[in-house]
């Protein structure tokens, strides 16, 4: 498959919608030796139009995109989307109710952290500290979900920032 073959399968897709998947299942596959120069070269280009695209400060956290996720609850949780890889900064969690609230903080269905949230002190775990940075991409869902007290005393604030990939 020459180059311009591969050109012409992912012409239709914008670079904000090419994923590293449809790269995998286009064209054939591509040998080093001299018949393929052409497809290296078309390849090499559109991995570096990507990066150009994407990833301005490559594998850093891009300027003017930290965020703060407010009014989490019980199940809630924060998750990037396609081409996405956002770095958690910051957890807070707080209990509005007079009793203790046992909280899980969860990577999906694992649990990085169960914590125990005080009526005045928030979560009181000094573990939480230990978590961060986190990184989380498409697929990875950080989220909270309690454990035990009254769930609907429960809220939890997530600061974030994306991150170039």
């Known amino acids: 498959m020459r180059g311009t073959e ?11 919608n ?10 054939e596959r591509i ?8 497809d290296l070269e ?8 990507w990066r ?8 850093q956290v891009l300027p003017n995109t930290g965020a703060l996720l407010e009014g ?22 707080a209990n509005a109710g007079g009793v203790p609230i046992g909280v899980d903080i969860q990577l999906g269905d694992l649990i990085l952290l169960h914590g125990i949230v005080d009526p005045i002190n928030g979560i009181t775990s000094n573990d ?10 498409k697929g990875l869902t950080l989220k909270f979900v309690v454990t035990s007290g009254t769930a609907s005393d429960f ?7 994306y991150r170039s990939i």
Do not use: W
Request: with cysteine.
């Open 128 to 137: 939480v500290g230990a978590l961060l940075p986190l990184t989380i991409s």
């Open 72 to 93: 989490m609850e019980n199940g809630d949780g924060i998750t990037a989307g396609d081409n996405e890889v956002m770095e958690i900064i910051g957890i807070s969690c």
């Open 52 to 59: 150009s695209t994407h990833s301005v400060n490559y594998g």
């Open 155 to 161: 809220s939890a604030k997530v600061a974030y920032a």
């Open 6 to 16: 591969i050109r012409q399968q992912l012409r239709n897709q914008s670079l904000q």
């Open 42 to 49: 078309a390849l090499n280009q559109i991995v570096n139009s």
């Open 18 to 27: 090419l994923l590293t998947s449809t790269i995998k299942t286009v064209g």
């Open 31 to 38: 040998f080093p030796d001299d018949m393929a120069v052409l």
